[in-house]
């Protein structure tokens, strides 16, 4: 984190909303990874970041570390969607429509749907490494921060997501050759 970037979580801290304002630019896609990583529905997840963000501006003074204002902020977003996810009412097999997808000519329609949901059958954390590294393209450094994980403990965690994925997608991949 450089000199500036510290200065702008310091600003934000002390109740400069311009200073925040960018912040929420700069962290929203991350933010939104995270929450869609636990609740896997856009409009959930969605309204979870818009919740943490008016949480993180009224408890902004609580952070005395500057440099530890993204992964608070993420932490929010974390514990909102968590939150969420709790709270959802269940519903009853019997009133759940399944719609089924047709699938185009060259499978892919399939495929997508079981790589969703070989993604949703892992663990959150793995989930949201994931989507951070490989659909945010976040590098490892910004990853460990954001998550609050060393660099042994994402590494473990990517391979083991990984793995998951390709065990559990292999019968997919090996039709559609």
Same mark, same amino acid.
């Given at each position: 984190?450089?000199? @500036?970037?510290?200065?702008?979580?310091?600003?934000?801290?002390?109740?400069?909303? #311009?200073?925040?304002?960018?912040?929420?630019?700069?962290?929203?896609?991350?933010?939104?990874?995270?929450?869609?990583?636990?609740?896997?529905?856009? #409009? #959930?997840?969605? %309204?979870?970041?818009? %919740?943490?963000?008016?949480?993180?501006?009224?408890?902004?003074?609580?952070?005395?570390?500057?440099?530890?204002?993204?992964?608070?902020?993420?932490?929010?977003?974390?514990? $909102?969607?968590?939150?969420?996810?709790?709270?959802?009412?269940?519903?009853?097999? @019997?009133?759940?429509?399944?719609?089924?997808?047709?699938?185009?000519?060259?499978?892919?329609?399939?495929?997508?749907?079981?790589?969703?949901?070989?993604?949703?059958?892992?663990?959150?954390?793995?989930?949201?490494? =994931?989507?951070?590294?490989?659909?945010?393209?976040?590098?490892?450094?910004?990853? #460990?921060?954001?998550?609050? =994980?060393?660099?042994?403990?994402? $590494?473990?965690?990517?391979?083991?997501?990984?793995?998951?994925?390709?065990?559990?997608?292999?019968?997919?991949?090996?039709?559609? %050759?």
């Amino acid at each position: 984190m450089d000199a @500036s970037e510290r200065e702008q979580y310091r600003a934000a801290i002390h109740g400069d909303r #311009e200073a925040f304002e960018m912040i929420i630019r700069t962290h929203s896609r991350t933010l939104f990874a995270i929450a869609f990583a636990i609740l896997q529905s856009r #409009e #959930e997840a969605e %309204d979870a970041v818009q %919740d943490s963000l008016v949480k993180a501006w009224k408890m902004r003074w609580r952070v005395r570390d500057p440099e530890k204002f993204p992964a608070w902020l993420c932490m929010i977003a974390r514990h $909102r969607a968590h939150d969420v996810f709790r709270r959802r009412r269940p519903v009853p097999l @019997s009133a759940q429509i399944i719609e089924p997808v047709e699938p185009e000519p060259n499978g892919s329609s399939a495929l997508d749907q079981q790589l969703h949901s070989a993604l949703a059958a892992l663990p959150e954390l793995h989930r949201a490494a =994931l989507t951070l590294r490989y659909f945010e393209e976040m590098d490892y450094r910004t990853i #460990e921060n954001t998550l609050g =994980l060393t660099n042994g403990a994402l $590494r473990g965690i990517l391979g083991r997501a990984l793995a998951s994925l390709r065990k559990q997608l292999r019968p997919a991949l090996v039709s559609t %050759d």
